[in-house]
């Protein structure tokens, strides 16, 4: 039993890259794959961001942050990171895996996204998703 002083810190699931709602009603769930993810760019408070762009790893079938250079699926962007997922415990352990939402038709404004998206990947997501 612990009867000491415990301090928890919350991050703000910061959503103002969404244009609107639309989309928002049919996220589907997606298994992050931690270890491809870095933790200065894509979760530096412990919370991998909302708005990441996402590619699916081929061998694993989780996702990963998109990246038009790798070669093991996750050239492909498939969708975004709906809602921010803690990857790192209070006691400092960094999770392998973590479940979150991803949006897969949507309209974003792409100067908000906490990642660009190149233009390989705006052809990924062809009409699915409208850059405003």
Not at 47 to 71: E, R
Request: aromatic share 8%.
């Amino acid at each position: 039993m612990n009867i000491g002083q415990v301090t928890e810190t919350f991050s703000q699931d910061k959503r103002d890259w969404l244009y609107s709602d639309h989309g928002t009603d049919i996220a589907l769930s997606a298994t992050l794959d931690v270890s491809k993810f870095t933790s200065g760019t894509h979760y530096p408070d412990g919370y991998i961001k909302s708005g990441i762009p996402l590619g699916k790893v081929t061998a694993s079938g989780k996702y990963g942050p998109y990246d038009d250079a790798a070669s093991d699926g996750r050239q492909t962007c498939v969708g975004f990171l709906f809602t921010g997922v803690e990857v790192v415990t209070r006691r400092g352990a960094t999770l392998s895996s973590a479940v979150g939402s991803m949006l897969v038709h949507c309209a974003v404004k792409e100067s908000k996204l906490p990642v660009a998206v190149d233009a390989a990947g705006k052809v990924d997501l062809g009409a699915r998703v409208i850059f405003v």
